[in-house]
């Protein structure tokens, strides 16, 4: 029981943890509640993972080739 009171604890605490250092983050990823929260199992962190393999690291790549040269080509512009 205290264990499961611990658990919704975190929950909240990493929420308001995750808005916070969202409101005030540069570039970059944006943080969730579950990179605050120590209770939770390497599972229930991995959950919302991508695993990249071999047959979608092509996909990938080709993505980022396309930021790459949307970011290159809107910069020339200005």
């Given amino acids: 029981m205290t264990?499961?009171?611990?658990r919704f604890?975190?929950?909240?605490?990493?929420?308001m943890m995750a808005l916070v250092a969202n409101c005030h983050r540069g570039k970059g990823r944006a943080l969730t509640a579950q990179?605050?929260?120590?209770?939770?199992?390497?599972?229930?962190?991995?959950?919302?993972?991508?695993l990249i393999t071999?047959?979608?690291?092509?996909?990938?790549?080709?993505?980022f080739k396309k930021g790459f040269c949307l970011q290159a080509s809107g910069s020339s512009d200005s």
Avoid at 3 to 6: A, F, P, S, Y
Avoid at 9 to 15: E, I, R, V, Y
Avoid at 37 to 48: H, I, V, Y
Avoid at 54 to 61: C, F
């Fill in 35 to 50: 990179d605050f929260n120590p209770t939770l199992t390497k599972e229930e962190r991995m959950r919302d993972a991508i």
């Fill in 54 to 63: 071999d047959e979608n690291v092509e996909l990938m790549r080709d993505e």
């Fill in 9 to 15: 604890a975190w929950s909240l605490a990493s929420s």
């Fill in 3 to 6: 264990e499961g009171r611990d």
